[in-house]
Nanobody, 119 residues
Framework: QVQLVESGGGLVQPGGSLRLSCAAS????????MGWYRQAPGKQRELVAK???????NYADSVKGRVTISRDNDKNTVYLQMNTLKPEDTAVYYC?????????????WGQGTQVTVSS
């Protein structure tokens, strides 16, 4: 059974930092592209950052310079370090794992963790 379990969300003041973690099980973690997405109330889910199996990264323009995605293949975990947080970063953050499959991409999601940036 595949599980992606996010942790590390919470309430933080503007300008603060949070580190999100996503622990994966039931997959060959090292071959998956791992991503963090977020969804704010009334808005569509959007990509925050992703990291390929080879370590290449991609970031949304809105978070570039403030966010770093990393992975530890020995721990089957992907991280999202978020600095200089803004109220507009408030959202539910979801972990995603995707890899090529036989008939199409194989795609898994975590349950999400709430991040609230407010004074």
């Amino acid at each position: 059974q595949v599980q992606l379990v996010e942790s590390g969300g919470g309430l933080v003041q503007p300008g603060g930092s949070l580190r999100l973690s996503c622990a994966a099980s039931g997959i060959v973690f090292s071959i998956y592209t791992m991503g963090w997405y977020r969804q704010a109330p009334g808005k569509q889910r959007e990509l925050v950052a992703k990291i390929t199996s080879g370590g290449s990264t991609n970031y949304a323009d809105s978070v570039k310079g403030r966010v770093t995605i990393s992975r530890d293949n020995d721990k089957n975990t992907v991280y999202l370090q978020m600095n200089t947080l803004k109220p507009e970063d408030t959202a539910v953050y979801y972990c995603n794992a995707v890899a090529p499959g036989v008939i199409g991409p194989v795609d898994y999601w975590g349950q999400g963790t709430q991040v609230t940036v407010s004074s």
